[in-house]
């Protein structure tokens, strides 16, 4: 097994890119989808052109090393084998090793996922006021971040405004559940989980197994891997045919990230998929964006080929 070193979000640059000229820009996307509704079809890096790189615009960078809220150095355990035809998977493998205990922004995210019904298509936070009183809290909490301040500049200073413009983007479409907490599809496989400390305390508690790697392999940035999840509450694994998530990313800068690519209008011609780049820990990260009325879908990196 090898294993890679991972500063985590260190040289980003100095600025956020408040100054940046987002252009409109689309990727043709692969018509394979794990969910088979097409929200989480990862595009080919050869068919993928990134709002931010179009026309020599700047890079986003909301996540910058010096933020409190970012863990490093992080550990990572190195992907063992490519998903090759008649490649026997080793469920017993562990992607992460033993991290210890996560700083709160990670275990309440957590436990905040287990409050979540798993099942497709529910809108968890509107059937209980419990748990929406509980992201509406998280939510705010996050507001104080700031990969989200930088993000939100457009937006009121008000927490009230704040809080609103962030649970639109992120609950109106359910991208919550589905990014950062993961969910089940109508077919049974997973949906979503592009959040790496949920899959990294799943595999803690023994519900979530690598499989196997399927796009870029030893990529230290980002893991395009095979997997069987189990969500809380249940028993039996789902598998996710393709999952991806970037190593090492926290809360608040996937929100941000999330947030400020509605925010910037980033959109896609008809039968395509919108996309940008953001830089992470020094490296450029292409993410691929799901949008619906002005609402998260889902958004999630795409690995390096390797």
């Known amino acids: ?3 890679f070193w991972c500063c985590l979000l260190a040289g980003c640059g ?20 794990d969910a088979g509704l097409g929200v989480d079809a990862e595009p080919s890096d050869a068919a993928t052109t990134d709002a931010g790189e179009a026309d020599g615009g ?22 063992t084998a490519t998903c090759a035809p008649g490649f026997l998977v080793d469920a017993s493998e562990a992607v992460f090793p033993d991290l210890g205990q996560l700083p709160s922004d990670y275990s309440d995210l957590h436990r905040l996922c287990a409050m979540m019904d798993p099942a497709p298509s529910t809108y968890d936070h509107i059937a209980s006021s419990t748990l929406a009183a509980a992201i509406d809290d998280y939510l705010r909490m996050m507001l104080d971040r700031p990969a989200l301040q930088r993000a939100m500049v457009s937006v009121s200073s008000s927490t009230a405004a704040r809080l609103e413009a962030l649970r639109h983007v992120w609950l109106a479409a359910n991208g919550f559940e589905h990014v950062l907490c993961g969910e089940l599809n109508p077919n049974g496989s997973v949906g979503g989980l592009h959040m790496w400390s949920e899959f ?19 990529d230290p940035d980002v893991m395009s891997i095979r997997y069987e999840w189990t969500p809380p509450g249940r028993t039996t694994p789902s598998l996710k045919p393709i999952g991806s998530f970037h190593v090492g990313m926290s809360p608040a800068c996937l929100l941000a990230l999330g947030y400020y690519a509605i925010d910037a ?18 490296q450029p990260v292409s993410f691929a964006l799901g ?7 889902s958004v999630f990196p795409l690995a390096d080929p390797r």
């Open 200 to 218: 990294y305390l799943a595999e803690r508690e023994a519900r979530a197994n690598y499989l196997c790697t399927v796009e870029g392999l030893d």
């Open 1 to 3: 097994m090898r294993w």
């Open 291 to 297: 949008v619906s009325d002005g609402a998260i879908l």
């Open 14 to 33: 100095a600025d956020p890119i408040l100054d940046a000229s987002i252009p409109d820009a689309g990727s043709p996307t692969s018509d394979a989808s």
């Open 265 to 282: 209008r980033i959109e896609a011609q008809p039968g395509a998929r919108p996309s940008f780049v953001a830089t992470i820990h020094g």
């Open 58 to 79: 700047s890079l986003w960078s909301l996540c910058l090393g010096e933020d409190p809220d970012l863990l490093r150095p992080l550990p990572v355990a190195a992907e």
